[in-house]
């Protein structure tokens, strides 16, 4: 393994009942990292990872705070086991939370807090049943553009999130979506599926959310990560804490531009990704966008002792350099 790495974690949509868990049977770090969140949250976040149920799991206020902890105690065991440092840290979505605060930027209880409150925020922003999200499969990103245009009709409905080539999201009212829907069908998409979420996330419909938000952001303390981070918003790392602030208000609203994102970080050296959080969604996304990249998952023991296996774990030169900034 080349030692130019970052590290890549996940949001929405990887959590399942059970996660981690056969890393908490070796690693106490895990079940301490719940218990912190648990403490703030007034709830046991850790029970409720592992025996659910699922329907109160996959609410989006419990799932951002669970996603966090997860990914938070997954680079805790990976800082407890090697010394080595990625090059570059980023998040999809929910992830770029994680990112900043495994790279210093934003303390885990702040952003315990942070997250709970952005998912009430996005859940209370559109009235139940009033917002919808949907796959395009096999459409170029322009023609995507195009089927939203059209399938507007006064109503919200757009590129949510560009996950790879031939396959974006969108959100919006869910009229709008299923109009787009059926658009990319006729257009030639390969699928075009609705998602099973309430919540439209990353489009104008969370605007209110993000005002909202903002006045908490504001009031939580942040400064300049030790690691870059390479936000979602504009593909760009940004080292004050007003501009990662703004950038995370804007988040809520625009789209995830994560295949812009694995190939700033390819661009710049990295040659492989290790995804840390439950799952392994990243990982095929980032096959799709960029073959060349060699993609590592620590969703399990498995996958966190092929990655310390490799000279991944094991690169004095990128720790010296990262020990002299």
């Not at 969370?206 to 908490?216: K, T």
Request: with cysteine; aromatic share 6%.
């Amino acid at each position: 393994m080349n030692k130019e790495f970052a590290f890549i974690f996940p949001g929405q949509g990887s959590q399942s009942l059970g996660m981690l868990a056969d890393l908490a049977a070796v690693y106490p770090v895990v079940a301490q990292t719940f218990a912190e969140a648990s403490a703030i949250l007034d709830y046991d976040l850790w029970q409720l990872t592992l025996n659910g149920p699922d329907s109160e799991l996959n609410l989006t206020h419990k799932t951002q705070p669970a996603m966090l902890a997860a990914g938070v105690a997954m680079w805790r065991i990976w800082q407890s086991q090697s010394p080595a440092i990625p090059r570059f840290m980023a998040g999809h979505s929910l992830g770029e939370y994680t990112a900043l605060v495994c790279a210093g930027a934003l303390k885990f209880s702040d952003a315990i807090n942070l997250v709970a409150l952005r998912g009430r925020f996005m859940q209370e922003a559109v009235p139940a049943n009033t917002g919808a999200m949907a796959a395009l499969l096999g459409l170029a990103d322009d023609k995507v553009s195009e089927v939203c245009s059209q399938a507007a009709q006064g109503e919200v409905v757009a590129a949510a999130n560009f996950n790879s080539p031939g396959q974006v999201v969108i959100a919006g009212h869910a009229t709008a979506v299923e109009r787009a829907v059926q658009l990319a069908k006729a257009a030639g998409a390969k699928r075009a599926i609705m998602l099973p979420v309430s919540v439209p996330s990353h489009c104008a419909l969370m605007q209110a959310a993000a005002q909202h938000f903002a006045q908490h952001l504001n009031e939580t303390p942040l400064k300049a990560p030790s690691i870059p981070v390479i936000n979602n918003v504009d593909v760009a790392v940004c080292s004050s804490p007003d501009a990662i602030r703004d950038a995370l208000t804007r988040q809520l609203y625009l789209p995830v531009r994560w295949s812009e994102v694995i190939n700033k970080m390819a661009l710049s050296g990295v040659t492989t990704l290790v995804e840390c959080g439950p799952g392994k969604v990243l990982s095929g996304l980032n096959k799709r966008i960029n073959p060349a990249l060699k993609s590592l998952s620590l969703h399990n023991l498995a996958g966190l002792e092929q990655a310390l296996a490799g000279d991944v774990a094991h690169n004095p030169m990128l720790e010296l350099e990262h020990a002299a900034k």
